[in-house]
Every structure is written in structure tokens, then in C-alpha cells.
């Protein structure tokens, strides 16, 4: 499962800096999609509300806003809300 969390274009892919468990998706148009891939106990925080108390959620905050302000330094950016999809 992975928490997209930005679009590049796609001629900037190059300049992607090294980010842990940053994953950016093959793409056919100008766009590319960049996720971050969650690791497997948060999997199931992410599916169930009850499960995302507070410190949890400040935590997948934060790790999404250390990896974008890293992404920022290196390639302009379109910033996605936090969330998920499966793959």
C-alpha cells in the first residue's frame, strides 16, 4: 500500500533526491505520481479511523512533510493530501 503524496513532471524524475521508501510510479503522460510505501503495522491504521489516534497521525504527518520539503529542494512540486491507495 502506498501514500502518494506529490505530481512531478515527469522530465524532472532525474532530479528526485534519495528519500526512504519514496516510490515514483511509471507514467505515460506529462505527470508523474510520487508515493511514499507504508510500512506493513501501518497498513491497517490507514483502512481503519479508529485506529489513527493522534500521535500516530502526527507521525504519517510528519514523515510526509520531512519528504516533501526534501522533494521541494530539488523539483517543483504539486503537493497531495495525506492518504492512501493499494497497489
Request: aromatic fraction near 6%; charged fraction near 20%; include cysteine.
Amino acid at each position: 500500500m502506498l501514500n502518494p503524496i506529490a505530481l512531478i513532471a515527469s522530465e524532472s524524475a532525474h532530479l528526485l533526491p534519495e528519500i526512504k521508501d519514496l516510490m515514483p510510479l511509471p507514467s505515460v503522460g506529462p505527470w508523474m505520481l510520487l508515493a511514499l510505501q507504508l510500512p506493513p503495522d501501518d497498513i491497517a491504521r490507514y483502512a481503519d479511523i479508529t485506529q489513527q489516534d493522534a500521535s500516530w497521525l502526527s507521525w504519517a504527518l510528519a514523515r510526509q512533510h520531512r519528504a516533501l520539503e526534501s522533494l521541494c529542494e530539488s523539483v517543483p512540486i504539486y503537493r497531495l493530501r495525506l492518504a492512501r491507495f493499494g497497489l
